[in-house]
């Protein structure tokens, strides 16, 4: 093992092989620091949007409930009754089904995000497996957008 000799009067020089790995070791540090660093502002991001996505979805129900409480306290029939619950019903299953497909894509995108950060890691056996995987990732989102119509894209 290799061990710095340290002079008292200049503590901070390093000898010029240990210099090197020195060298090497705090750049790998700082390299990991950087992707972990990148990985958390990802999380926190996705966070963001997902608690954005289910205000929106908060909000339009609770618009739409107080639409039907306001017919409700009106006189209606027994078929306006039917018909409030009907549409209720309707909306609310629309509105979970967008909420979900939502929920889905920003995770998907969160994890391709992620997985791109961790290809980078400089001698990382996951750079080259998870190539394939990451290009599967990013092809998906538009796999389920199609065949999952979505009226309101959140931002």
Known sequence: MNTALVNPASPCQVSGGDQASWSLLTDLGRQQLAIFTEISSTLFRSSKTIRKIQQQAAHRASLRHEAATKKLCASCTPADLLGIQSELLR?????????W?????????????????TSHMPN???????????????ATPPLVNHFLPVTQQVH
Do not use: H, K, R
């Open 91 to 99: 909306f609310d299953m629309a509105e979970a089904s967008q909420y």
């Open 124 to 138: 990382s056996p996951l750079g080259n497996s998870l190539q394939s995987t990451l290009n599967a990732f990013q």
């Open 101 to 117: 497909q939502q929920l889905v894509a920003t995770a998907q995108q969160a994890q391709a995000e992620i997985m791109t950060c």
